[in-house]
């Protein structure tokens, strides 16, 4: 079956540091791959997506690239802000029309921003 | 335009009671999905419905788990005979259709509380 594992948290770091999260994934298929973001009190929010090998995803400063050859697609920003604070969770879906979309989710990791 | 609501908010019941869930999706998404997230599973994939087509209901945990969805618009998530393990928040997300490039919209969830 499918999998995802992503590091666990809580992430502190100070204003301007460089963020990366790690997310690995386990698929029968082809899958896309999405990071999905939870702000305190808010509901989770898609981030950035990427459907195939070497895409790389972006939005927000934040940038995440497909890696096929290490299943991997781990998160990076180059300078955080205090309102990058949220929960980040990696997910994925498989491709095949008849799977329907189904996302499988990493466990999260708080990100925790300080001035 | 306005987004996924899910109603109640909040629900707070007794173990062994039954409680319903409901989820009014963005105009126009034909796939929508209920996931639930809780703090010794993580998010997990509950169910999903495709237009008219019968429902993928590989990720309900127990036959105490049902869900509908009339008219091809609002689902509604019902359990039965609740037990603590069912507490958690419970979402709900659409799609305009079942593709992996099409995101999903999560609404605000339903967070559940069995006493």
């Known amino acids: 079956g499918n999998s995802v594992t992503q590091m666990e948290g809580p992430v502190t770091l100070s204003e301007e540091a460089f963020l990366t999260i790690n997310c690995t994934y386990t698929?029968?298929?082809?899958?896309?791959l999405f990071w999905y973001v939870q702000y305190p009190g808010e509901g989770l929010q898609l981030l950035l997506k990427?459907?195939?090998?070497?895409d790389k995803g972006s939005n927000k400063g934040f940038e995440a690239t497909y890696r096929k050859e290490t299943t991997s697609f781990h998160l990076e920003k180059g300078s955080v802000q205090v309102s990058d604070s949220a929960v980040y969770f990696c997910?994925?879906?498989?491709?095949?029309?008849?799977?329907?979309?189904?996302?499988?989710f990493g466990g999260g990791t708080r990100v925790l921003v300080k001035p | 335009g306005a987004g996924v609501s899910q109603s109640p908010s909040n629900k707070v019941t007794e173990k062994g009671k039954d409680v319903e869930l409901r989820c009014d999706p963005i105009?126009?998404?034909?796939?929508l999905y209920w996931y639930r997230q809780s703090l010794g599973q993580g998010l997990e994939f509950l169910i999903y419905?495709?237009?008219?087509?019968?429902?993928?209901k590989s990720g309900l945990p127990s036959d105490r788990f049902s869900a509908e969805r009339t008219g091809g618009s609002v689902s509604t998530l019902t359990i039965q005979r609740t037990q603590q393990e069912d507490s958690a928040v419970y979402l709900c997300?659409?799609?305009?259709?079942?593709?992996?490039?099409?995101?999903?919209?999560f609404g605000p969830g339903t967070r559940l509380t069995v006493t």
């Open positions: 997300a659409s799609s305009r259709n079942r593709e992996s490039t099409y995101e999903q919209y």
């Open positions: 698929a029968t298929g082809y899958p896309s």
């Open positions: 990427a459907t195939k090998a070497d």
């Open positions: 997910a994925l879906s498989d491709r095949i029309k008849a799977a329907g979309n189904k996302l499988t």
């Open positions: 105009s126009g998404h034909t796939a």
């Open positions: 419905f495709q237009g008219n087509s019968a429902p993928d």
